[in-house]
């Protein structure tokens, strides 16, 4: 136990149990921690510890966040702004998203043809709109869209 009166070894083991389900942010790691009572200060020490023996890291995460969800079919505006939401900064995120070397629009094509496949072109300027639309909120850019309706 520290002077606080914290079990040192406890937060540790609560800690790691989390990292062994999934990758976790920092910032993630840190919120789960002290939403289930543990000290800021003494979580914020102990990810840094497990951050400095590589058993916590934003690199990892960021890797594996970004590959799940292009496995679901999410554009990198998206992905970007959800490892922003997760503490990842945007340096690390664009590096992640660049070296992952997804074909974007490939990737907005086959979730237009999963969706929308079986249905009749959107002829209509309302139809057309509301699918580009869907494709925006899966966080594909403007050229992608736009690519795919030309």
Known sequence: MTESGINHAELREA???LLARREHSYLELVHKL???????AEVEALV????????????RFAESYVRSRVARH???IRIRAE???RGIDRVLAERILREQEVDWFGLAADWYQRRYGTQPAAEDLR???????????RGFAHEHVRELFD
């Not at 840094?48 to 690199?59: P, T």
């Not at 139809?127 to 909120?137: F, I, K, M, P, T």
Request: proline share 5%; no cysteine.
């Open 48 to 59: 840094d510890e497990l951050a400095g023996e590589n058993l916590q890291s934003d690199e």
């Open 15 to 17: 800690a790691l149990r």
């Open 127 to 137: 139809e057309r709109s509301r699918r580009q639309q869907a494709l925006a909120r």
């Open 83 to 85: 490892l922003g939401e």
């Open 74 to 76: 999410y554009g990198p």
């Open 34 to 40: 002290t939403r289930r009572g543990w000290p800021e």
